[in-house]
């Protein structure tokens, strides 16, 4: 598919040698629109796919998958119609937030008939898939007799089972205790690193901000940002970014601050000699301060961001 010409290279929702690409897609049910005119893609490695609930996420999965039809717009994956090409299958796996397991089947038997259903020769395929989510002890004990977290590490297996080269994930940390969140995490960004196109929603932030190394950001049914989660920060030029400024002289410090452009306002704490500084122009901010600092004859003892967070950035977004 010819990429958009109102979005050149350079746009950060656009990734290069691109696995998936979604040109203008809009999805509607009824009056409720889901998806608008929305222009995306994704390329190997993990990206995450953040948004309120409503905000579009599992539709965008489920076109992405074939599950559903895209009203207006065309969605690819490796150049081809995934809704009409059934040979794309093949080649990707949909790990669903609902509980999509036929009842009564072991997690073996679930990864064996996953493996029958896709006519996959290699023997071990079903075992491996298994071993990967650390499941092989409790193999043969019911699906539905498990916890939650292990329900989705069994779910993700069945995925593995046909060695898909895009893996589509919602919500997949639901659920899992810290220790298996973790064990995933290292899987994802495992599978990603391997050259897999890996897509994971998910509204624990944080923990996106530790897997993926791009985040597309959808509010009702918009494209809102997307990009490396400082990148995305960096470009909300509208919004304050706050810093933390520890020195060894708060007070003088601050009085040179308050005579930057770039900024907006200083908040100054005598008891720590700490400074809270707003600006909207972080790059400026950031040259400018050693120098200051220098010719005040203040020691820059600390700086960090207050709000570089996907969390934050996540807030602002939907506000």
């Known amino acids: 598919m010819a990429a958009n010409p109102e979005f050149p290279p350079h746009d950060p929702a656009l990734v290069a040698n691109p696995t998936v690409e979604v040109d203008a897609a809009s999805v509607w049910f009824g009056p ?3 998806l608008s005119e929305l222009t995306c893609s ?12 409503g905000a579009g996420k599992t539709t965008l999965m489920r076109a992405i998958t074939g599950l559903i039809d895209v009203n207006e717009g065309s969605v690819r994956v490796r150049g081809r ?25 072991t997690a073996r038997q679930l990864t064996h008939y996953l493996a029958d259903l896709h006519r996959v020769t290699e023997r071990d395929a079903p075992e491996q898939a298994l071993r990967t989510v650390d499941l092989l002890d409790v193999a043969d004990r019911r699906v ?20 898909p080269n895009v893996l589509v994930l919602d919500e997949p940390l639901n659920g899992a205790d810290p220790v298996q969140r973790a064990q995933l995490i290292t899987l994802f960004k495992q599978l990603g690193a391997g050259g897999r196109t890996v897509i ?26 997307a990009g490396g989660h400082r990148a995305i920060r960096d470009a909300m030029d509208e919004t304050p970014r706050h810093v933390l ?6 007070r003088r410090l601050a009085a040179a601050l308050v005579g930057l452009d770039s ?12 400074l809270t500084v707003s600006t909207l ?27 570089d967070s996907l969390e934050s950035l996540f807030r602002e977004l939907v506000r």
Not at 42 to 53: D, E, K, Q, T
Not at 153 to 163: F, Q, S
Not at 204 to 215: K, P, Q, S, T, W
Not at 300 to 307: F, I, K, N, S
């Open 32 to 34: 409720k629109v889901a």
């Open 42 to 53: 994704f390329g190997p490695g993990v990206s995450g796919l953040l948004g309120p609930n």
């Open 81 to 105: 119609d995934p809704r009409r090409d059934r040979a794309v299958h093949a080649d990707m796996a949909l790990v669903p937030e609902d509980e999509a397991v036929p009842a009564g089947l």
């Open 144 to 163: 539905d007799t498990f916890s939650k977290g292990m329900r989705q590490r069994a779910k993700i297996a069945a995925a593995l089972v046909t060695d």
């Open 200 to 225: 994971v929603s998910s509204h624990v932030l944080n923990e996106v901000e530790r897997l993926a190394d791009r985040v597309v950001v959808l509010v009702h049914g918009r494209l809102a940002a």
């Open 245 to 250: 400024v520890r020195a060894d002289d708060g």
């Open 263 to 274: 900024v907006t306002g200083v908040t100054f704490d005598p008891g720590r000699s700490e």
């Open 281 to 307: 122009q972080a790059r400026e901010l950031a040259t400018a301060l050693p120098r200051l600092a220098q010719t005040a004859s203040v020691r820059l003892l600390e700086v960090r961001p207050l709000d």
